[in-house]
């Protein structure tokens, strides 16, 4: 998958993203959200699909929510 912001060059089978374990995202299911996310992308006459991903060059750090594995099962 790419990331559909113009100019990016990110890619999953980048070698040079392995290295910085870039991740992709959808877009928001919530319809406020998501109209701000195509706002912030500002294309013209552009559609969204669904395997349209942004990665996460694209997004403050402050954005991500972490969630730790613990091991638990």
């Known amino acids: 998958m ?16 392995d290295s910085e374990n870039i991740s ?11 109209q701000k996310w195509i ?3 500002a294309r013209c006459n552009w ?3 669904k395997h349209h991903r942004i990665c996460a060059r694209h997004f ?4 991500f929510i972490n969630f ?3 091991g638990a099962s």
């Open 47 to 49: 559609e969204r699909k």
């Open 68 to 70: 730790e594995h613990n």
């Open 39 to 41: 706002d912030a992308i």
């Open 60 to 63: 403050k750090d402050d954005c």
């Open 2 to 17: 790419s990331c559909i912001i113009v100019g990016c060059k990110s890619h999953s089978s980048r070698k040079e993203n």
């Open 24 to 34: 992709f995202h959808r877009f928001p299911t919530d319809i406020n959200l998501r």
